[in-house]
T-cell receptor, first 113, second 119 residues
């Protein structure tokens, strides 16, 4: 049973509009969350993170929102650019996972010109 | 800095063959990881090493062995490859040491991946 879920395998958005990628988790012990971006034939690269003591973290065009009561986080990209087309992974960590992260299955974002 | 490097980039094996995937990082990181990525499954942790000389099992360790040769290098060995091990393998590293929790700026740095096919 997946503890980190990304229920949308793919998402298409027009250039300039907002992209919203969603992630749900089941383990209430998760307290640190990250988003990674992955281009084909490359390794994932870190995008943005959030600790459970916050409900929002912003970095340029990227904002992550955390709703602990709903066990839900989302990544907003505004405005979306064609270069944002990639697979986005949500990952979570908890004390009882030590140093390890649990990854979601990913969402493929396509930003259309 | 090269970051995290992996060799080889591609490999085709026959069932039962063995091979070692190499990983090295030049960032003086304490922890290193091996993941596999399969379609629709995200990245799953195979083994990790929180410090030189220590290794621990992750979510899917069966069929694999690892060696933390020194602080820089962490290898993954398939003793008898099976078609179920066809996957893309990623090595990663992070500055955190043993027992340290993620900090707000913490992240893992990934290598470019090794695409392995077992026939």
């Amino acid at each position: 049973d997946q503890q980190v879920k990304q229920n949308s395998p793919s998402l298409s958005v027009q250039e300039g509009r907002i992209s919203i990628l969603n992630c749900d988790y089941t383990n209430s012990m998760f307290d640190y969350f990250l988003w990674y971006k992955k281009y084909p034939a490359e390794g994932p690269t870190f995008l943005i993170s959030i600790s459970s003591i916050k409900d929002k973290n912003e970095d340029g065009r990227f904002t992550v929102f955390l709703n602990k009561s709903a066990k839900h986080l989302s990544l907003h990209i505004v405005p979306s650019q064609p270069g944002d087309s990639a697979v986005y992974f949500c990952a979570a960590s908890a004390d009882n996972y030590g140093q390890n992260f649990v990854f979601g299955p990913g969402t493929r974002l396509s930003v259309l010109p | 800095n090269a970051g995290v490097t992996q060799t080889p980039k591609f490999q085709v094996l026959k069932t039962g063959q063995s091979m070692t995937l190499q990983c090295a990082q030049d960032m003086n990181h304490n922890s290193m990881y091996w993941y596999r990525q399969d379609p629709g499954m995200g990245l799953r942790l195979i083994y990790y090493s929180a410090s030189e000389g220590t290794t621990d099992k992750g979510e899917v360790p069966n069929g694999y062995n690892v060696s933390r040769l020194n602080k820089r290098e962490f290898s993954l060995r398939l003793e008898s490859a099976a078609p179920s091990q066809t996957s893309v393998y990623f090595c990663a590293s992070t500055p955190r040491g043993h027992g340290e929790r993620p900090m707000s700026t913490d992240t893992q740095y990934f290598g470019p991946g090794t695409r392995l096919t077992v026939l």
